[in-house]
């Protein structure tokens, strides 16, 4: 059965340093999405990618993130200038459609750690 | 501000029996609505989706929504010890560029034996 797939598994970065997740989303899907889960909070979204652009973001999502369709398989998520509250798991997601049939089905997630 | 409401739990109900899980969302404007089951430090797992008023079911699970009520719900019948985790009850708004969900805190099921 495809699957999301995502590396690492695990970064542990510095403070103000950058990282780069990586996704690669179910082959034939559209729809790209970031969401990030501060333990023991709510799954929240950050960004939906579409067509090669951005097609929704949510307040998390500030100038410090970017995302990027580097080739027909990769989505990944930079964050520059890591800060500790950033310490969360990214959970990268992909649907074949959107509208109201659409499931969007989720990667393993990075559990990134800020220092 | 689109809120999706659970109860945290946790939930306990012996093996065998029916778990029942609600949630409740803000948004009219949402379309779509989605349970995803969540094991300890995993990914969310999708395992409902439903997009009209009425009743879904899919094996062991049902999925309900009312719209007018703005209340989803999830049964599971003959539950068993694996369905032990937590539940996120999500709704979908479409964004033009894909759905954007806005999850639930979740809530914990324990079934016990």
């Known amino acids: 059965e495809p699957e999301v797939t995502q590396t690492p598994s695990h970064q542990v970065t510095q403070m103000g340093q950058e990282v780069i997740l990586r996704c690669v989303p179910i082959s034939n899907h559209l729809y790209f999405y970031w969401y990030r889960q501060i333990l023991g909070q709510k799954v929240e979204f950050l960004v939906s990618?579409?067509?090669?652009?951005?097609?929704?973001k949510s307040e998390i999502f500030d100038d410090q993130f970017s995302v990027e369709r580097p080739d027909g398989s990769n989505f990944t998520l930079k964050i520059r200038s890591t800060k500790l509250e950033d310490s969360a798991m990214y959970f990268c997601?992909?649907?074949?459609?959107?509208?109201?049939?659409?499931?969007?089905?989720f990667g393993p997630g990075t559990r990134l750690t800020v220092l | 501000q689109k809120e999706v409401e659970q109860n945290s739990g946790p939930l306990s109900v012996p093996e065998g029996a029916i778990a029942s899980l609600n949630c409740t969302y803000s948004d009219r404007g949402s379309q779509s609505f989605f349970w995803y089951r969540q094991y300890s430090g995993k990914s969310p797992e999708l395992i409902m989706s439903?997009?009209?008023?009425g009743d879904k079911e899919d094996g062991r699970f049902t999925a309900q929504l009312n719209k007018a009520s703005q209340y989803v719900s999830l049964l599971i019948r003959d539950s068993q010890p694996s369905d032990s985790a937590t539940y996120l009850c999500?709704?979908?708004?479409?964004?033009?560029?894909?759905?954007?969900?806005?999850f639930g805190t979740g809530t914990q099921l324990k079934v016990e034996l």
């Open positions: 439903i997009y009209s008023n």
């Open positions: 999500a709704a979908g708004y479409f964004t033009g560029g894909g759905n954007k969900l806005t």
């Open positions: 997601a992909s649907s074949e459609r959107a509208g109201t049939s659409d499931e969007q089905f």
């Open positions: 990618f579409y067509n090669n652009e951005i097609s929704e």
